[in-house]
């Protein structure tokens, strides 16, 4: 019956892997899309229109950069033209304030600048290049132009401790949102895990923050905030649901449930090149993999909260635990859990000194040896 | 947060309703969607920076004559301060 299958809200489009940033938990998988195999403007238009038909109500433009693609004007415009909501996820370069404004006459709503850190040593540690300076310049050119606009700020161990300097930087901008979102620890960022999961003490300090913000703040700034799920008691509900609420097309026009989907084995994409959206959203294999419930084991099976958590990650049940369809290990019902406590207690330990908030020695002794993200050829 | 009658609520930047030829009618805004019924999409159609929040007031009265009028105002004004904590309006003088 895939008349009962509810459509989707958002359409998740990675344009290009090719990004000037070279961040250490990039949510791009290990293998990078080349550039000669990236979907055409056509090929985009068409997948837009076909979205639209299928109840998709935004388009997330994503990388890499999107900013990349020397199409992005004809990008926004055929979106729109498909009644879409276009976000644009940005690290802000390559761009001039004349192609911001020609952005934004194309159509552009939403405009989300991420950042690296308040500190440009930081972000330039995080990011392998040097890129802070040129996203404050952006952040200039924002004020006069008409189009709404989050920061994005990533957190981790090495910046949790610039909150406040953070928050600043978006109470002088023309921000209507700010989202703090801990790392997730998938791809890059899990290869890099151990050097950014904060400690305990960071995250409770952290959290206290950013509630006492969200109220400062109400009706001016909406500020957001996403916490490590290692330290959850239960999972997120991962991209709402498997194949429940979002799309995402890779460069190549491969069509997965969520960023991270093909790290689970045996798992097949169909392409938009191939095939229609609406039939790769409804009846292929890797959409109905996880759907419903069907799938899940015990304790999910028979638990109270699998219709508000669907039972958490699946990218994250193969990483911790082997097994794509076990209960995502974080969920302090798993029975994987202790691998996961393991993984804290060790980073506890090490780093619980001078590692709050306002740390008693501002940098640690060493830098972390960090695996970059490269470019793709 | 309280609304002030005087003020001229105007859709933020990035704020948005869909086309005209789209059902449902509903408000885009930055990760968010609302869907607009009766009189929500009545209000939401007013928040054009010409109208002030007294006139969106008394037109809704005239509109929806049969409901009690004090229960029209206490329900636009708590519907204007759910969109103002998303940061979908912008209050103008």
Redesign the interface.
Known sequence: MTSAIANPLALIAELTHRCPLHCVYCSNPLELAQRSTELSTEDWSRVFNEAAALGVLQADFTGGEPLTRPDILDLIRSARAADLYVNLITSGLPLAESRLEALVQAGLDHFQLSFQGAREETANEISGTKAHAQKLRVLEWLKRHRVAVTLNFVIHRRNIAQLPEMLSLAESSSASRVEFANVQYYGWAFANRDSLLPTREQLTQSIDFLKKAQERLAGKIKVEYVVPDYYAKYPKPCMGGWARKLMLIAPNGDALPCHAARVIPGLSFENVKNRGLREIWEVSEAFQKFRGEAWMQEPCKTCDRRALDYGGCRCQAFLLAADATATDPVCSLAPQRPKVDAILATLNETNSVGAGLAPRSAEPLTKPDWLYRPNPS | ?SVDLESHPRL?????M??KT?QPR?L????R?LRLNGPSLEIVERCDGKHTVQQIITELQQLYSKAEPAKVEQDILGYLALL????ALDFEA
């Open positions: 947060m933020a930047p990035g704020c948005r869909n086309e789209q509903t885009l805004m930055p990760e969607a103002q904590k998303e940061r």
